[in-house]
């Protein structure tokens, strides 16, 4: 069955760094774009990046575009979201989605999600 499983989180200062990774198993990985979502304390989910198939494109969310880079490793079956320049407001439970077909977006359309890293932007 399909699995994702998010590594990466933890508590990093404002201004700090992270890295997250996502362990996909149980469905061709090449042919799926995937997506990160995140869910802040008491707010609903909030789409964050996604990333093409083939890794040719990709998309940010307004909030974190110059500071967040996806990336995956279609060889490895991962995929990562890198994270700079954190800020308070970053903080959330974040988690890899699975999307439906090869081609990213902008607008829900998951079919799996994993359980989520947590990530603590405080000073």
């Known amino acids: 069955q399909v699995q994702l499983v998010e590594s990466g989180g933890g508590l990093v200062q404002p201004g700090g760094s992270l890295r997250l990774s996502c362990a996909a198993s149980?469905?061709?990985?090449?042919?799926?774009?995937m997506s990160w979502v995140r869910q802040a304390p008491g707010k609903g989910l909030e789409w964050v990046s996604d990333v093409n198939s083939e890794a040719g494109t990709t998309y940010y969310a307004d909030s974190v575009k110059g500071r967040f880079t996806i990336s995956r490793d279609n060889a490895e079956n991962m995929l990562y979201l890198e994270m700079n320049s954190l800020e308070i407001e970053d903080t959330a439970v974040y988690h890899c989605?699975?999307?439906?077909?090869?081609?990213?977006?902008?607008?829900?359309?998951?079919?799996?999600w994993g359980q989520g890293t947590q990530v603590t932007v405080s000073s």
């Open positions: 989605a699975k999307r439906d077909g090869p081609v990213a977006g902008t607008v829900p359309g998951y079919d799996y």
């Open positions: 149980g469905f061709t990985f090449r042919n799926y774009a």
